[in-house]
C-alpha cells in the first residue's frame, strides 16, 4: 500500500486494478482502470477527500479540513497518474492531493462500483423453525480471535446464537460480552438476574410464561444484544422459544400488506415504570431503513401502553397487531428449546424476538443472568477483527 494512504485509514485498501489514465472534464475527472471500468470524480468530492498531512490529522486519521473553506470552483490545474500509481491532482491554488489507487476504488461512486458494494454488503440470513441453531464453544470464543470472530458475524447474519460451556458462576456473563465490548447498562443493572420474585419490577421476574418480545421497547434505542445465561434450570417448563422477527415482517409484507403498513405507521408507546422510574418510548413496531428494508422489531405485550390512534386507524391498528402476534405463534417460525445450566443465548434484540414457557417455582430452582451490549459494538468489533 502507498504510504501516503495510510493516513486516511486504518483499514487497508488492496489494489483491485491499476490506474491507467486520467482525463480532466470540466466539472470532473475520468478514471480509467486496468480493468476497463471508468470512475468520475467530481472537483469538490476530490479536494474534499484529499488524504494529505494538512486536510487529515495523522494521530486520528480525521478530517481536519472544511470544503466550505475551499473555493467552490476550484478546479485541477495538473492530473495524472504519478510514478507510484496514484492519482496525483495539483490544484490550480497550490495544494497537492494523492489518492491511492486501492482506496479510490474502495470509494468510486460509478454505477458498477456502488453495485459491488451492495452485493458486498453482509446478507442477512432470514430463519425460520428448521433453523441450524449456530452454536459456539466458550473457550474458543474466549482465547481465539478466529472462533469470536465466527461468532460475531453470525450475530450480525443469523441474528441468533447459542454458546456452550460456560462457567455457571454468577457473573460469568461479564468477561464473554466484554469480548465484544462495554456491557450497556440499564434499570434492571449492569447484569440482570431472572428469577422468580415475589417483589418483581417486571413480568420477566415472575414464573409466567413471557409471550414473544424485545427487551427495553421502553427505550429510544432497544438493546441490539442480550445475552441470557443459564444458571440453574430445574424448575419444570420455562422452556426458551424464539423467532425471527424480520423473517415475520417480511411474510406479513407479502401476506398481508396493510397490516404490514399498519404496524410501520401507527406509533405505539412501550412502556416500564417502578417506584423510581419510568420509561416510555412511542414508536411503531415495525421499523424500515433508507432503502425500505425490515431493520427492527419493537414489541412486548407486557409493556404496551393503551393504543393511541385516530378513530379510523384503530381498527386496522388491532386487526394488524392481532395479526402480527398470531403469525408469532405459528409454528413455522419458532425455534423451542430448553436451555441448560452452563449455556448461553445471545441474539440480536432488535431482530430476533425471543419467549420463555411458564415454569413451575415449586419444582426446582431456576436462574438465568443477563445483560446488553448495543449493535454499534458488535459491528465495530468485527471491522476490527477483520482488519
Ligand atoms: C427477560 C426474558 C427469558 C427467560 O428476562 O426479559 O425474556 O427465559 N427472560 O426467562
Ligand atoms: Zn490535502
Ligand atoms: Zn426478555
Known sequence: MNPRAAVADFRR????????????????????????RTSPFHHPWLRDNCPCAECVYSVTREQVLEIVDVPENLVPAIT??????CLR???????VSHFDPGWLR???YDDDSRAE??????KRQLWDSQLQLPVFEYQAVMDDPQALLQWLLALRDTGLTQVRGMPTEPGALTSIAKRISFIR???????????????ADSNAYT??????HSDLPTRELQPGLQFLHCLVNDADG???????GFAIAVALRQEDPEAFQALCEIPVEFRNKDRHSDYRCLAPIIALDAMGQVSEIRMANFLRGPFDASAEQMPSLYRAYRRLIAMTREARFRLVQRLDPGQMWCFDNRRTLHARNAFDPTSGARHFQGCYVDRDELLSRILVLQR
Open 80 to 85: 495524472r497518474v504519478d510514478t507510484e500509481g
Open 106 to 108: 474502495a470509494h468510486a
Open 185 to 199: 447498562e440499564s434499570n434492571f443493572g449492569v447484569l440482570f438476574n431472572v428469577q422468580s420474585r415475589a417483589d
Open 207 to 212: 414464573a409466567f410464561n413471557l409471550p414473544l
Open 13 to 36: 485498501y488492496p489494489i483491485i486494478s491499476a490506474l491507467t489514465a486520467v482525463h480532466p472534464l470540466v466539472d470532473r475527472v475520468l478514471v480509467k482502470w486496468a480493468d476497463g
Open 238 to 244: 420455562g422452556e426458551s422459544i424464539f423467532v425471527d
Open 117 to 122: 458494494r451492495r452485493v458486498g454488503q453482509p
Open 89 to 95: 491532482i495539483d490544484w490550480q491554488d497550490g495544494h
